[in-house]
Nanobody, 124 residues
Framework: QVQLVESGGGSVQAGGSLRLSCAVS????????WAWFRQAPGKEREWVSS???????TYKDSVRGRFTISKDNAKETQYLQMNSLKPEDTAMYYC??????????????????WGQGTQVTVSS
């Protein structure tokens, strides 16, 4: 059974930082590409960042330079370090994966496994 469990969300003021974690079980972790998405109230879920099996990373333009995705294969956990947070970063954040050796596209419907989400609230 595949499980993705996010943690690390919270409430911060603009300019602050948070580090999200996503602990994974039930898969051969190193064979998967991992992504972070977010969804604000009344908006569609949007892709934020991905990290591929070899460690390469991609970012949404609005977070590039502020957010850093990383992973620890031994701990089967990926992270999203979020710095210089802005009120527009407020959303529920989800980790997700599509499947072994598959891509990590920016389209949410392409993903098979999702965590339950962790809330990030940034106040001005």
């Amino acid at each position: 059974q595949v499980q993705l469990v996010e943690s690390g969300g919270g409430s911060v003021q603009a300019g602050g930082s948070l580090r999200l974690s996503c602990a994974v079980s039930g898969v051969r972790y190193s064979e998967y590409c991992w992504a972070w998405f977010r969804q604000a109230p009344g908006k569609e879920r949007e892709w934020v960042s991905s990290i591929y099996t070899g460690g390469s990373t991609t970012y949404k333009d609005s977070v590039r330079g502020r957010f850093t995705i990383s992973k620890d294969n031994a701990k089967e956990t990926q992270y999203l370090q979020m710095n210089s947070l802005k009120p527009e970063d407020t959303a529920m954040y989800y980790c997700a994966t599509s499947g072994p050796w598959l891509d990590c596209p920016s389209i949410a419907s392409r993903y098979k496994y999702w965590g339950q989400g962790t809330q990030v609230t940034v106040s001005s």
